[in-house]
């Protein structure tokens, strides 16, 4: 049996939902973040030494990375589900998206969360106006572009396929969609990018997704 290691409000939702989509059978812990901290809690390092979500026992096999799960499942248990065929074209897609998603897309978002995490955060009044004004210089010199950049190059990219592989939902969407609902949770997407927003809409539409946010509980990406 599956045991998946899920964290409230992270990467581990995805997994959930492609453990749905697959119509596998599956157990799941929760783990709570800190509502400080808004950190893991320290059970998880029993599980990985990074203490960090999501994680996943199969047999003897204990598995961590999100995007390493998610090729895991779907090769293990896919039977070619939710993955073109080797040497097609959308093939080739698929394996960028799968990479792209934490390597390039996550970055900017991650860096945002942590400016703004800064520019809120207690301080002596006489050094607030200065981690504030670093704070912003960071948000509008490199950051809001950077997010502006990627945003408008996946639009671009919803312009010419359905789905990010090509016409066929696969697994790179599942992998996909946490940047993209931590875009529309912190970062400004919304219907403004008709694509990228309509891509929103067709995820949570989905049984597996529902049947997913059922087992894991409210999913949130706000501040």
Known sequence: MILVHHLNNS???RVLWLLEELGLEYEVKRYERDPKTMLAPPALKAIHPLGK????????????????IVEYLVDRYGQG?????EGSPERLRYTYWMHYAEGSAMPPLLMGLVAARIRSAPAPFFVR?????VADKLQNTFVGPQIKLHLDYLEGELSQRTWFAGEDFTAADIQMS???????GRAGLDARRPKLWAFLERIHARPAYQRALQKGGPFSMGM
Request: proline share 14%; aromatic share 2%.
């Open 11 to 13: 990467r581990s939702q």
């Open 178 to 184: 946490f940047p993209l609902e931590a875009a529309s």
């Open 129 to 133: 106006p200065i981690v504030r004004g």
């Open 81 to 85: 589900r939710l993955k073109p065929p």
């Open 53 to 68: 979500s999501p994680v996943i026992t199969d047999g003897g096999n204990t598995l961590a990375e999100s995007g390493a």
